[in-house]
């Protein structure tokens, strides 16, 4: 298909469908009233995807309140072509109908026969009637929004917002309009009301940063929490292989325990050592079919996940040397007498509490080895651990500089017996909506509470 014929469907399409619809949009048709329009818009799709015999003799009119404009370019389109270029065009035009028509049908739905906004009653027609048809004015207001963020990249939101309301609300004309005095009286009456505008602009700041500050720590439960689920999962995964005997690392074990246990025994013990292999010893590149215990919800036959099993005991083995379990990982030596699950929860505690503890040493190690200066603190950027809900919590944050006795006045009264014995700073957290926190910082990092960046 030609350029061409591109060219030609596209620009019929611009003047007996796009152009009209948006002079339809651009008057004085209430929100509430779209939806017949729509519907009439759609009818005509569907009609032309079929014949777009009108759409090229001219004879085409989408809404009577809006025909087409007679210009030049429509009478261009419209003369006389070859066979083949009006062929293809005829062509095009219905295929661009009808996924024009798909188009309308999803995204205008609620605009069409059986929508909520087709025939709305009455109070919700007196709700839609100051609604926007189109985010012309929006797009405008970004527009002018990205240009003063360009030239005045230090502005803040209130300033910037000022500035769009006074150019877009015309408030400089509405000011001339008015008396001398009465102009007078309403600019002395806004200046008064400055401070209180700046103080709301301010509060709803603070209440975003807050919103922001909630968000961002519920979704640090929640991934602590997932975190501790699936270590229960795989605890329990690995409490039910060792109470089956152990894992089943050769097809020899594999046929040795099955002969053990009874028939009905036999798919719960295969299942504990899959379920196993899925959660705790993930492998990847591995077919995930293998850790299914059913197929399009028919469940597995024994000899089914016997198979799946031992497809997975020779993959593991091409990987590696045979492994053993432990609590949470796997050993490169074999075992031949397995723990029991209380001496391997209790091996995993010590290990715990082995790795914190060489933690606490090196944390400390390293904080012998930058001496904390006080008068070098200024602009520092710290990590400090706060302690919200039983839960510890990590915080970034900006050290502003040493206390002043203002700062010191709005000081936690927890650190009050701590005055004139520690230096105190003020600190500003990036996630926290008050300008400055007091800490005894020196204290704090000695502690391991306070960390620098």
């Avoid at 059986?114 to 839609?128: A, I, K």
């Avoid at 301010?202 to 991934?223: F, G, P, T, V």
């Avoid at 009874?262 to 050592?273: A, D, E, S, Y």
């Amino acid at each position: 298909m030609s350029s061409h014929t591109t060219q030609r469907a596209m620009g019929l399409l611009e003047r007996y469908v796009t152009s009209p619809y948006m002079r339809l949009i651009e008057s004085d048709v209430q929100f509430s009233d779209i939806g017949g329009y729509v519907e009439q818009l759609k009818n005509c799709l569907q009609k032309w995807s079929d014949d777009p015999t009108p759409l090229l003799n001219g004879t085409a009119l989408l809404f009577p309140e809006c025909p087409p404009q007679q210009e030049t370019l429509q009478q261009h389109l419209l003369n006389e072509v070859n066979q083949e270029l009006e062929e293809s065009t005829h062509i095009l035009l219905g295929i661009l109908c009808a996924a024009i028509s798909g188009v309308v049908g999803k995204q205008l739905s609620d605009h069409l026969s059986g929508g909520v906004f087709y025939n709305p009653p009455q109070d919700l027609r007196h709700e839609m009637s100051t609604n926007p048809k189109d985010n012309l004015c929006a797009e405008r207001l970004f527009g002018a929004l990205d240009r003063i963020q360009r030239r005045m990249p230090d502005a803040n939101t209130i300033t910037m917002e000022g500035i769009l309301m006074w150019s877009h609300n015309r408030t400089s004309e509405y000011l001339s309009s008015l008396p001398e005095e009465e102009r007078h009286k309403m600019i002395e009456t806004t200046r008064k009301m400055t401070p209180q505008a700046l103080k709301n602009c301010q509060a709803r700041k603070n209440q975003i940063k807050d919103h922001y500050r909630k968000l961002q720590l519920e979704n640090q439960r929640k991934a602590n929490q997932k975190l501790v689920r699936s270590a229960e999962t795989k605890d329990n995964v690995i409490k039910a292989v060792m109470d089956d005997g152990g894992l089943w690392t050769t097809p020899a074990d594999l046929s040795k325990m099955l002969t053990e246990q009874p028939p009905g025994k036999q798919r719960q013990f295969l299942m504990n050592q899959i379920r196993y292999h899925k959660t705790v010893h993930t492998l990847t590149g591995l077919d995930k079919s293998l850790f299914h215990q059913q197929n399009k919800g028919v469940k597995l036959s024994d000899e089914n996940l016997k198979s799946n099993l031992l497809k997975i005991m020779a993959y593991r083995s091409d990987l590696s040397a045979p492994m053993t379990l432990t609590s949470g990982s796997m050993s490169s030596n074999p075992d031949p007498n397995p723990k029991p699950a209380h001496f391997l929860n209790l091996k995993r505690k010590y290990l715990e509490r082995a790795v914190q503890n060489q933690h606490d040493l090196s944390g400390q190690q390293e904080r012998k080895k930058r001496r904390f200066l006080s008068s070098d603190l200024s602009g520092q950027r710290i990590r400090h651990l706060w302690v919200i809900d039983g839960r510890d919590t990590w915080f970034k944050g900006t050290i502003l500089r040493s206390s002043t006795s203002n700062d010191m006045n709005q000081m936690d009264g927890n650190d009050d017996g701590l005055v004139g014995q520690e230096d105190f700073f003020t600190v500003k957290y990036d996630l926290l909506q008050e300008d400055g926190y007091v800490y005894p910082l020196r204290k704090e990092w000695e502690e391991g509470c306070v960390e620098f960046l």
